[in-house]
C-alpha cells in the first residue's frame, strides 16, 4: 500500500509542481497573482469553487459525522447549497461586475471607506486561522492512521507543499491545480462506494443498503433517524448556508472569472460536483459504521477504510484525494489571508506606493506568515475536525452575510453600518460560542450563528438609517445610480 501510494503521490506532486512552475512565469502583477489575469472559464471555476469548499472538513470530518451520527447530517449539504443559489443570484455577479481583488477591496468600495474594508481584513484573518486549523489537523490524523508518523511532521510536509506552489503562481495555479483535484476527488470516491458496498455483504447493491440500515438501526435508532434534533441541524444548515453565501475564500474566485455570465454558471458546475461528493461521503461514513462500528475516533473512519477495506491503488487515489482536498483549501485560505494582509493592509496603509513587484512578493511573505500560525493550535486537538470548520463557519456568517449579502441589495446600507455590523456580528457569536450555548441552547434554541447574524443584522439597518446615505458614485457600481 505504502508503496503505490508514494507512487500515486508522486505522480500528483510532479504535475501539480509543472503547473505551479509554468504559473509562476505568467505571473507579474497582482491581478495575475490573486485574479488570474480574469482568464478562468466556468469549467475549471467551478471545479475550483467545488475543491475550494470541499476540504478536510469533507473528507475527514463530514465522513465522520455521518459515522457518528448517521444520515441526518446530510441536511447541513442543503443549507449549503441553498447559500450557494443565493450566492449565485444575489451576490456573484455583482461582486465580478466591480473586478476588484479581494473582498476587502469590495468593501472599501460598497461603503467608501477604506477603514471599513481593513476590518474586513482584520476579521477574515482570524476566522480562516480557525479554518486552518482544522485543515492541519486533519492532515495530521491521515498521517497518523495510515503511516503512524507524527502529525506534527505531516502538517509541516502540508504546509511546505501547499505554501511553495501558492507562493509561485497564486491564483493561476491553484486553479488548475484545483481543477486536478475535484477530478481526483471524484474519481477516488465513486471508486470507493461500490467496494464497501460489497464488503457489508456482496450481492446486489440494493440488497447492502438494506442490510447495513438495518444494522446500523439495530446499533443505534438514531443513525437512520434523527441523530440531531431538527432545531440543531436547522442551525448547522443556517452556519454553512449563510457561510458559503458570503465566503471570502469562495468569493475572492469570482475576480479570476471571465465574465458575470461565467461567474454564475461555475456555481452550477459547482453544486453539480458537490451532490456528487455528498452522496458518496454519506455512504462512506456510514458503510463505515457498519464495518468498524467502534473506531477510536470517528475522524479516522476514510483514512481506515483506504488502509483495510479498499484495493491498494483505490486506497492510495482516495488517500491522494484526501490530501488533494485539504491541500486546496489550505491554498484558498491562505491566498485570502495573505491578500488580506498584503494587499487590504499593508499595500493600503503602509506602502501605499509600492510597485506590483514588492507587492507580489509582500503577498508571498504573508502567505508563509500565516501558514506557520495554526500549527499550534492544529496540535492541541481542541475538538473534531467538523466541528472546528462549523465554528468558522459561524464566525463567517456572523460578520460578513450581512454586510456583503444585504449590503449588495439594500442600498441604504452606509459604512458607519458596515462597521457596526462586522463588529457586532463577531462579538455576539464569540461571546455566545464561549460563555452562553451550552448551558442556554437547550433551554432556548438558541444558536451562536442565529444570535451573530441577529445582531449583525439589526446593527447594520439602525446604525444605516442613523447616519448620513453613501453618495450616488459609491452605489453606482453595484445599483447603478448617477
Wanted: aromatic share 12%; hydrophobic share 55%.
Amino acid at each position: 500500500m505504502s508503496d503505490i501510494f508514494f507512487v500515486v503521490l508522486g505522480v500528483y506532486v510532479a504535475i501539480i509542481m509543472g503547473i505551479a512552475i509554468w504559473s509562476y512565469f505568467q505571473t507579474e502583477t497582482e491581478v495575475d497573482f490573486l485574479a488570474a489575469g480574469r482568464s478562468i472559464g466556468p469549467i475549471v471555476g467551478g471545479a475550483v469553487l467545488a475543491a475550494t469548499q470541499i476540504s478536510a472538513g469533507t473528507f475527514v470530518g463530514t465522513a465522520g459525522r455521518h459515522y457518528l451520527a448517521g444520515v441526518s447530517w446530510v441536511f447541513p449539504w442543503l443549507g449549503l447549497w441553498t447559500g450557494w443559489l443565493v450566492c449565485a443570484f444575489f451576490v456573484a455577479p455583482k461582486l465580478r461586475r466591480l473586478g476588484a481583488l479581494t473582498v476587502p477591496d469590495y468593501i472599501s468600495a460598497r461603503y467608501g471607506s477604506a477603514k471599513a474594508g481593513a476590518l474586513a481584513g482584520v476579521l477574515i484573518v482570524v476566522a480562516y486561522t480557525i479554518y486552518l486549523v482544522a485543515q492541519f489537523q486533519a492532515g495530521g490524523e491521515i498521517a497518523e492512521v495510515v503511516f503512524g508518523i507524527r502529525p506534527l511532521t505531516a502538517m509541516l510536509i502540508i504546509v511546505a507543499s501547499t505554501a511553495l506552489y501558492t507562493l509561485l503562481g497564486g491564483v493561476r495555479s491553484s486553479s488548475y491545480i484545483d481543477f486536478l483535484q475535484t477530478l481526483i476527488m471524484v474519481a477516488a470516491l465513486i471508486v470507493a462506494v461500490p467496494v464497501l458496498l460489497n464488503q457489508v455483504g456482496g450481492g446486489s447493491p440494493v440488497a447492502a443498503v438494506e442490510r447495513s440500515l438495518d444494522f446500523l438501526d439495530t446499533l443505534d435508532d438514531r443513525l437512520v433517524g434523527w441523530y440531531y434534533s431538527p432545531r440543531e441541524l436547522l442551525a448547522f444548515a443556517i452556519a454553512f448556508g449563510l457561510s458559503i453565501a458570503a465566503a471570502p475564500y469562495e468569493l475572492t474566485r469570482f475576480y479570476s472569472m471571465r465574465d458575470e455570465r461565467t461567474v454564475r454558471k461555475a456555481i452550477f458546475v459547482a453544486i453539480g460536483f458537490q451532490v456528487i461528493i455528498a452522496t458518496s461521503i454519506m455512504s462512506i461514513g456510514m458503510l463505515m459504521r457498519v464495518l468498524f462500528p467502534n473506531l477510536p475516533s470517528q475522524d479516522q473512519a476514510t483514512a481506515t477504510m483506504a488502509l483495510h477495506v479498499l484495493p491498494p491503488v483505490v486506497g492510495a487515489l482516495l488517500l491522494v484525494a484526501m490530501l488533494s482536498a485539504i491541500m486546496s483549501t489550505v491554498n484558498s485560505i491562505l491566498l485570502v489571508t495573505g491578500a488580506g494582509v498584503a494587499h487590504d493592509l499593508y499595500g493600503k496603509f503602509i506602502r501605499p506606493d509600492a510597485s506590483q513587484k514588492h507587492l507580489v512578493n509582500a503577498n508571498r511573505v504573508a502567505i508563509v506568515v500565516l501558514a506557520i500560525i495554526p500549527l499550534f493550535f492544529a496540535l492541541q486537538k481542541l475538538g473534531d475536525v467538523q466541528g472546528i470548520v462549523l465554528e468558522q463557519a459561524k464566525f463567517i456568517a456572523s460578520f460578513f452575510f450581512v454586510p456583503i449579502v444585504i449590503g449588495l441589495n439594500w442600498r441604504r446600507g452606509t459604512a458607519k453600518g458596515a462597521v457596526a455590523s462586522m463588529i457586532g456580528g463577531f462579538l455576539a457569536c464569540l461571546v455566545w460560542t464561549l460563555w452562553f450555548q451550552e448551558h442556554y441552547f437547550p433551554l432556548y434554541g438558541i444558536d451562536s450563528v442565529e444570535l451573530g447574524v441577529g445582531a449583525s443584522l439589526i446593527l447594520f439597518i439602525m446604525v444605516s438609517l442613523m447616519t448620513k446615505p453613501n453618495p450616488g458614485q459609491t452605489l453606482e457600481p453595484f445599483f447603478g445610480d448617477k
